[in-house]
Structure formats: structure tokens, C-alpha cells
């Protein structure tokens, strides 16, 4: 039992590479440029590195929670990496939570939020270049792509493994991200002015109206 406890956290190796591994994904899909871009990465890196820590590292939420989580499931040996995955834990799944609806709903967001903020930086980089209005891809259904992708990575990956601490950040980095987008919006009507008041009148902020699209 106690070498289970010790394989399933301490390893602080796999919190620096994992960290390390999606960030730079994200930078590579996001490339910061603005002071703006890096509040953004920022926000994201933080939330990432939290995760992983107690992923990997330190379960402060399993600690936390331990005392009521042992009451109520005294079956399960709270330190295996299988208990982190709380929300398996709480619907009272007993099968390999790696392999369960949830984990998969989660990886599904988390690469959908890859390819969207990948195929959204592809039009926003030759919409600079060209100094005109990112219009076209997903720009064409939603203003703010690259934020919803970094949403959609964030909850798949509370779907998978949420903590006290994540959860906390997660409606505070979305506060700012709705902030920051609001920020860039009137930029981009100072600098576009009808054009972009056009667009806007047309596409969403966040959320598609796919019944639009198709009427």
C-alpha cells in the first residue's frame, strides 16, 4: 500500500514534463504577441501548472477532503492515482475511471480545444498580416475562438481531474477572459469601425448560433 501511495504522487518529474508538454503546445497554437496575449497565456499556464502539481505531485484536494471522503468511502484508498479522478469517485463508478464517459468527454474537449485555438491563430496571423478583420474558419461563427478554446481545454480537464483549487480559478480566469475579450472588441472597433460593428452584429461573441448559419 505504501509503495502505491508513493508511485501515485511525488512525482514531480511528470508534474515539470506534463506542465511543460501542454504549455508548449499552447504556445506553439496561441503564439503570444501582445501584452493582452500574455494575460491569456498566463491565466492558462496557471491553471495547467495547478493542475498538475496535484495531479503528480501534491493531492492537496484529496487531503483536504480526506476525512469526509473516508466516511463515505471508506472502500477506496484515497492516495491511488484512481481517486484523483473525484468525480468517478463521487458517481460511484468502480470501473478504471481512464476508460470511463467522463474521461472521455473529457479528452474530447481538450482536443477540440487544441484544434480550435490552432485553426483560429492560422486566420488571425494572415488576418494581421493583411490588416484586415479575422472574418473567415471559426472567426466566422464566433468573435472570440481562441478563448473558448482555452475554455474548452480547461473544463475537459476539471471534467478529468477537478481540485479545490481549479475550480476555483476556472470562473475567475473566465471573468477575465470575458473582460479581456470586451477589451480587444473595442479596439477593434476603433480601429475597423463599421466593418467590425457589422461582424459583430452577425456573430456571436462565444457561443454559435449554428441556426443562423443553416436557415
Known sequence: MHAAHEAAYGLWSLVILNSAVFLIFAFSFFKPQTSRDWRTFSAFSAFIVALFVEMYGF????????GWLQV???????????AGHL???????????????????SNALIILGFWLLSSSWHVLYHAQRAHTLAITGSY??????QYVAFTFIMFGFLLQWPTIL????????????????????REMQAEFGD?????????????????????
Do not use: C
Not at 72 to 82: G, Q
Not at 171 to 183: D, E, K, N, Q, S
Open 59 to 66: 493531492p492537496l484536494t484529496i487531503y483536504l477532503l480526506s
Open 72 to 82: 463515505r468511502y471508506p472502500e477506496i484508498d484515497l492516495l491511488s492515482h484512481d
Open 87 to 105: 468525480w468517478s469517485t463521487l458517481l460511484g463508478e468502480k470501473s478504471n475511471p481512464h476508460f470511463g464517459l467522463l474521461h472521455i468527454v
Open 140 to 145: 466566422a461563427y464566433i468573435r472570440h475562438p
Open 166 to 185: 481549479t475550480l476555483l480559478m476556472f470562473p475567475l480566469l473566465m471573468f477575465m477572459y470575458g473582460h479581456l475579450a470586451i477589451v480587444e472588441e
Open 195 to 215: 466593418s467590425y460593428q457589422a461582424y459583430a452584429a452577425k456573430t456571436p461573441r462565444f457561443l454559435p448560433n449554428l441556426s443562423s448559419r443553416t436557415a
